[in-house]
């Protein structure tokens, strides 16, 4: 029930009307009057690790890349190359363990292999990515996971709760392109044009409620 408190705020946040319309849906002609569940939507698995370069272990120690990098491509390069579904492992740093460069407090992209950890850049970092390239692309339609979380301690979890929403407030704000956390049943053209583009899946962890909503 906490979790679901939490992230009501930010569900409730709506895009303002403007007059856009919709003509493309990620490039796409005729795909405005088609349901979000009726495109396919290229991805990414354990999206952004490896996007900012090398990737540490809690120790400070260098993950190795063939073990535990995915990409070597930003999130704005894989936007540009049509990857519009991003799912994200997460995990999290307090502010008193900010301690290395590359490090930043908050929400943090991890990849977890067999034994260990591997630390990416700021669940931040990747968001203001998105948001960038989907003000600049009004037609894009984006879906985004955020499903597992590193350690999964209950410390972990609360840590996530409590954060995630100041992290999408800070980055998505009232201005631009908005995210939306149901799984629309209205037409993409209602989404491109309410501005509501990103589709955002939340383990019930964080959600209180199962991934698949429906408004």
């Not at 190359?81 to 307090?94: E, L, P, Q, W």
């Not at 591997?118 to 894009?140: C, F, G, P, Q």
């Amino acid at each position: 029930m906490i979790s679901l408190l939490v992230l009501l705020g930010v569900v409730a946040t709506t895009a303002s009307a403007d007059d856009y319309k919709c003509t493309t849906v990620n490039g796409i002609e005729g795909a405005c009057d088609l349901m979000f569940y009726q495109q396919t939507y290229a991805g990414s698995r354990l999206s952004g690790c490896g996007a900012y370069g090398s990737m540490y272990f809690w120790s400070g120690i260098s993950a190795t890349a063939c073990t535990y990098a995915t990409q070597d491509k930003t999130i704005t390069q894989q936007l540009e190359m049509g990857i519009r579904f991003f799912d994200f492992d997460v995990g999290y740093i307090h502010p008193s363990e900010e301690s290395l460069p590359y490090w930043e407090a908050g929400p943090v992209l991890v990849s977890v292999g067999s034994t260990a950890t591997a630390y990416s850049r700021s669940l931040k970092k990747a968001l203001k990515e998105i948001k960038t390239y989907m003000d600049a692309n009004r037609d894009s339609v984006v879906s985004m996971r955020i499903k597992r979380y590193y350690p999964n301690t209950r410390e972990i979890r609360d840590h996530l709760i409590r954060t995630l929403q100041p992290t999408f407030d800070s980055v998505f704000g009232e201005d631009g392109v908005q995210p939306t956390f149901y799984f629309t049943l209205k037409p993409l053209s209602y989404m491109v044009e309410s501005n509501e583009r990103m589709v955002i899946y939340l383990a019930h962890d964080f959600w209180g409620r199962l991934e698949t909503d429906f408004r």
